[in-house]
């Protein structure tokens, strides 16, 4: 019913910079939070950033100062721009959001496919 699709993954080198995008679609009724999340390679996914419907932002402190979030409401989209990137940002960029589907009662989360970020020199 809803669908995440995102991009803006690739290779960077260190201090480099890169926007990723994730676009909602599909039968949506409101979307509440939008965020993004990372999954490195045996480590477990972990929370990046997200942001409300209304702006609320939040960040983990080792993207703050960093990253920054933020979202288009009318296109149902989030955007995660990475600057200063560091080596250990490397990972599968996941984005989620809380959704609210045309005709439901409930707020149901998805998730995009992912996209790699890999920061190498």
């Known amino acids: 019913q809803v669908q995440l699709v995102e991009s803006g993954g690739g290779f960077v080198q260190p201090a480099g910079s890169l926007r990723l995008s994730c676009a909602a679609s599909?039968?949506?009724?409101?979307?509440?939070?939008m965020g993004w999340y990372r999954q490195a390679p045996g480590k477990q996914r972990e929370l990046v950033a997200t942001?409300?419907?209304?702006?609320?932002?939040n960040a983990a402190d080792s993207v703050k100062g960093r990253f920054t979030i933020s979202r288009d409401n009318a296109k149902n989209t989030v955007y995660l721009q990475m600057s200063s990137l560091k080596p250990e940002d490397t990972a599968v960029y996941y984005c989620?959001?809380?959704?609210?589907?045309?005709?439901?009662?409930?707020?149901?989360?998805?998730w995009g496919q992912g996209t790699q970020v890999t920061v190498s020199s």
């Open positions: 989620h959001a809380a959704v609210r589907v045309a005709g439901a009662v409930y707020i149901n989360d998805y």
């Open positions: 599909g039968s949506i009724f409101g979307i509440y939070v």
């Open positions: 942001i409300t419907s209304t702006g609320s932002t």
